[in-house]
């Protein structure tokens, strides 16, 4: 049997200080589930009120409704570069997963640099496409 006195846990305590990786670990589990939850918590607290009527028909169902074939070619070319952007920006991330997994390989940190470079590029390219296709259906359209 095991008698504890405040001795125990003083030296316990005083062992906790002094071993740092105990101290991150404890940090760890405690505060980190803290601060995840926090912001949902918080959302919690702000209740928000339902203004739809039961039976009523939505009149935005949630789909493009625009009749303008200029607006709708601005939709699509929006839609079309932010996927390819998004695609790049996945892309640069494995790249870099690839990096920092290289494990000293200098073949593989090469080709993973090459691969972060030209996702830079592309997404270089993505914005100035998204500029140019405004600029251009903003001055051959100037109503829109």
Known sequence: MIICTYRTYYLIIIDILMNTSKIKSIVTRVLLPVLLLAPTL???????????????????????QSTDLVATVQVVIQWALGFIGIVIFIIFLFAGFEYATAGGDEGKAKTAQSRMINAVIGLIIIFFAFVASNAILSFVFPGN
């Open 42 to 64: 918080a959302g919690a607290a702000t209740p928000v009120k339902d203004t739809r009527v039961i039976g009523e028909i939505p009149q935005v169902a949630g789909t493009y």
